[in-house]
T-cell receptor, first 113, second 114 residues
Framework: AQSVTQLDSQVPVFEEAPVELRCNYSSSVSVYLFWYVQYPNQGLQLLLKYLSGSTLVKGINGFEAEFNKSQTSFHLRKPSVHISDTAEYFCAVSGPGTYKYIFGTGTRLKVLA | DAGVIQSPRHEVTEMGQEVTLRCKPISGHDYLFWYRQTMMRGLELLIYFNNNVPIDDSGMPEDRFSAKMPNASFSTLKIQPSEPRDSAVYFC????????????FGPGTRLTVT
């Protein structure tokens, strides 16, 4: 069975500071990993995904994530955040042959002026 | 494309009433997913369809919930009878075989059962 753990429920950070949102997964098979962002009162939007290949994945809005198989992690990073990055961020896991996601519980990022 | 369309955006109903949520996926997408989001339980997959056929309904909470997809451009999620604990935001998402596993989410329906 697959599972996803997002250790931080809330992360406050000042504007222009770097941020890392942590995601750890558990799976006995190959994984596909995703980060989605949810702005207030909206649906989820894909930030980036890892299916195979390079372990460093770049996404929209200046975000990137690194797939670390030995540590079963897929942490999301941004070198300099903006007020507009305030949102909830979800990590999700899937795998070859299945379109079903397992989502983490989400991390609420609050960017402070 | 207009994206995934959900209606209504907000629904307030009384306990015991029937509720029907509607979803129009992105044209050409083969997969349709229904999710429920609450503060307590986070984002849960209720059911998903492939080519209009239900593939996995293990997340449907109980018999009061049912979902149908009569054609490739329309799906419904019905709750009968509704209960206050069904209050949540319900999302529909769609995906395609050639979409590299990305799911496109609708704006959600906020359901309040009083």
């Amino acid at each position: 069975a697959q599972s996803v753990t997002q250790l931080d429920s809330q992360v406050p950070v000042f504007e222009e500071a770097p941020v890392e949102l942590r995601c750890n997964y558990s799976s006995s098979v190959s994984v596909y990993l995703f980060w989605y962002v949810q702005y207030p009162n909206q649906g989820l939007q894909l930030l980036l995904k890892y299916l195979s290949g390079s372990t460093l994945v770049k996404g929209i809005n200046g975000f990137e994530a690194e797939f670390n198989k030995s540590q079963t992690s897929f942490h999301l990073r941004k070198p300099s955040v903006h007020i507009s990055d305030t949102a909830e961020y979800f990590c999700a896991v899937s795998g070859p042959g299945t379109y079903k996601y397992i989502f983490g519980t989400g991390t609420r990022l609050k960017v402070l002026a | 494309d207009a994206g995934v369309i959900q209606s209504p955006r907000h629904e307030v109903t009384e306990m015991g009433q029937e509720v029907t949520l509607r979803c129009k996926p992105i044209s050409g997408h083969d997969y349709l997913f229904w999710y429920r989001q609450t503060m307590m339980r986070g984002l849960e997959l209720l059911i998903y369809f492939n080519n209009n056929v239900p593939i996995d309904d293990s997340g449907m909470p109980e018999d009061r919930f049912s979902a149908k997809m009569p054609n490739a451009s329309f799906s419904t999620l019905k709750i009968q009878p509704s209960e206050p604990r069904d209050s949540a935001v319900y999302f529909c998402a769609s995906s395609s075989d050639s979409g590299f596993y990305e799911q496109y989410f609708g704006p959600g329906t906020r359901l309040t059962v009083t």
